[in-house]
Structure formats: structure tokens, C-alpha cells
């Protein structure tokens, strides 16, 4: 058989491709990109920690995770010399972002364990720099893990998520108050914390959701605008929320009520003109509480969870007065005396 030829039309070798030379040609349609593609492209790395490497790329590629909308930093380090070393790159990459426009800057999450020190067992914690302050275009702020030393303000912001966190030695809860306040756009809040032991107060006319999980804490939520309210470990004769007239959907985990709180609670639940869902949670945690009634004139949801043991469950519950209630669920001791007056249930599960 005979060799197929190697030549060209012309009569000359053909000139091999080298992967070389096609990688490099890959390699130059993407930097061809325009920069708001790339920065597009950028956004879908996992950490910043990621995204910062491509700068040795080229010359070109040196500034562009600067426009990056989105800075993300999660790390599980634990010893106090590893976790200063993060917090120092966690601080060079904010004094970086300030020399690109603000209005870039979306999404910041700092999501960081605690480092330990091995003497005598205390926690250290990151605590943001005031370089954070310049992220005016800051739509979402995502902290784990971190220390709170002084209040902040971002015009734009809708959605503040703080986990785990706790407030410097040298400040109060009115760091959190006045920050709440600085933010008019805020519509979405989540704290959750076991070092905040004084009394908060949530104030936000743009506030709709909330979410608080603070053991023990005396609380006071003035949010004319709430419509959806979680509270988790909450004392409830600590708790003040007689500005929520708007809240839709209430839900109630493992929070503890005291001996004359029954008929606060019960006030509260009828007070709520708007109220349409209601969830009660009284699992794993003694509440307090033997005999919940409830009435609303508008509640269609109902659902209760008694899962404890039977000394420490909710004994009797007498669910009146409500008569849009077209669903109902519970779980827990079937022991509970349970009595429902409503025309228009429709739905109803017991398990």
C-alpha cells in the first residue's frame, strides 16, 4: 500500500501543530475576552483565595479579580500563627479592592473558624478592618466566625448574615443597632450568636425577614415592615414585639417561656392582624409551657412539633377563634389533649 502523502499543494512538508502552539492559541482567544467577561467568568470560583491566583496569569490579568463583584473567604484554620497569616491576606485583599470603582462590589463572605490558643484555650477572632467601610456598593455581607468592634453603614445592602460571632471587649449592642439603622435598604437579617448576653434591639423600617437565634437574650424588634420572624433558643418573656404588626409567617423553635408568660404569648398571637402562618417547635427543650391556646382570625397554617419527653411537653392545646385555619400539623407525644374549633380545616395530619 502506498504512503499517504505529507506534502502540501505546493509540494512541501506539512508543518506539524504543536500542542504547544495550540494551547498558546486557547490561551489568546481568552484574553481576548472583554474585561467584563472575564470578571464575569471569575465570579464562579469558589473562594477569593482562587480568584487572586489568576493574577500571574499576565499583565493583564494582574487587576482584574479587582473588579470581581464577589470576595469570599472560608477557612478552617485553628491555630492562632495560621489564622493571623489568613487574617493578613484577608486584610491585603480589602486595601486592594479600594483602588477599583465601589460600585463593583456585591457579596463579601468572611466564613472563618475561630483559632485556638493552645495555652490557655481562648478563642481568637478575626475582626474585619474599617477598610471594609469602603465597600459602598455592598449588597450582601455574609460573617462567620468574626469579631464586631464598631458599627458600619452600607447604603445598598439587603442582606446581612452574622453566625457565631461576638462583640469586642470595648463595645455594647448598640454597635448592632446603629447598624441595622445605617443599612435603609436592609431587608434580610440572620444573627446567630452565644456570646450576646445584653439586651438588642433590632430597629429597620426595611427590614421583611429576620431570623435570631441569642440564648437568653432580653430582645426588642421594632420592624413596621416584618413580615416573616424566626426566633430559635429565645426567652420568650425577654422578648418585645409589639411594632410587628405585619408579620405573616412566625416561627418558634426551642424558645423558653417563664410562668406568667402564657398569657403574653397568647396576646401577642392574637394581636398579629395579619398572621397566616405559625409553626411551634418545642422539641429537644423544656419550654415551660403546658397549656398553649390560640386564636387568630386570619391564621390558615398551623404546625406544632412536641417532641419531648412527656414531662416536659406541652400537655393541652386549645386552638379557637380561627376560622381561615385550613391546615394543621402535629408531631410529637400522643399523649397532648388537643381541641380545634375551626369550620374550614381541610387538612390535617397527625404523626
Known amino acids: 500500500m502506498a504512503e499517504k502523502s505529507t506534502n502540501n499543494n505546493n509540494g512541501l512538508p506539512k508543518k506539524k501543530r504543536s500542542k504547544t ?99 490557655d484555650g481562648y478563642y481568637y477572632y478575626y475582626c474585619l478592618p474599617k477598610t471594609v467601610l469602603n465597600l459602598r456598593g455592598l449588597t450582601i455581607l455574609e460573617l ?31 454597635v448592632l443597632t446603629k447598624s441595622f439603622t445605617d443599612c435603609p435598604s436592609l431587608e434580610k437579617l440572620s444573627l446567630s450568636s452565644y456570646y450576646i448576653h445584653k439586651p438588642l434591639r433590632v430597629q429597620s423600617s426595611s427590614l421583611k425577614f429576620v431570623t435570631l437565634e441569642l440564648q437568653n437574650v432580653s430582645l426588642q424588634v421594632e420592624a413596621i415592615n416584618l413580615e416573616s420572624l424566626v426566633l430559635c433558643r429565645a426567652f420568650f418573656g425577654k422578648i418585645n414585639l409589639s411594632a410587628c404588626k405585619a408579620i405573616k409567617n412566625l416561627s418558634l423553635s426551642s424558645c423558653t417561656w417563664g410562668m406568667t408568660d402564657q398569657s403574653s404569648f397568647e396576646e401577642l398571637i392574637t394581636s398579629l392582624p395579619l398572621l ?16 398553649l391556646t390560640i386564636s387568630n382570625q386570619h391564621l390558615k397554617s ?50
Open 144 to 174: 462567620r466566625g468574626i469579631e464586631l468592634g464598631y458599627s458600619y453603614g452600607f447604603p445598598s445592602l439587603k442582606s446581612l448574615s452574622l453566625e457565631n460571632f461576638r462583640l469586642s471587649n470595648n463595645v455594647t449592642t448598640d
Open 276 to 291: 397566616e402562618d405559625l409553626t411551634i417547635d418545642n422539641s429537644y427543650h423544656k419550654s415551660g409551657l403546658e397549656h
Open 302 to 351: 398551623l404546625k406544632l412539633r412536641n417532641m419531648n419527653e412527656e414531662s416536659d411537653m406541652i400537655k393541652v392545646v386549645t386552638i379557637k377563634s380561627v376560622p381561615n385555619l385550613v391546615s394543621f400539623c402535629y408531631k410529637g407525644n400522643i399523649n397532648c389533649n388537643i381541641s380545634i374549633e375551626s369550620t374550614n380545616l381541610l387538612n390535617g395530619e397527625f404523626e
Open 21 to 119: 502552539a495550540s494551547i498558546a492559541k486557547a490561551e489568546d482567544r481568552l484574553s481576548k475576552l472583554p474585561d467584563i467577561t472575564l470578571v464575569h467568568i471569575l465570579s464562579f470560583l469558589p473562594t477569593t483565595n482562587d480568584v487572586v491566583r489568576t493574577c500571574i496569569l499576565s499583565k493583564r490579568w494582574k487587576l482584574i479579580w479587582y473588579s470581581v463583584p464577589k470576595l469570599c473567604f472560608c477557612d478552617t484554620t485553628t491555630t492562632v500563627p495560621e489564622f493571623q497569616k489568613l487574617e493578613n491576606y484577608v486584610d491585603n485583599c480589602l486595601e486592594h479592592r479600594k483602588k477599583v470603582d465601589n460600585k463593583v462590589k456585591e457579596y463579601l463572605s468572611v466564613d472563618l473558624e475561630p483559632g485556638k490558643c493552645e495555652n
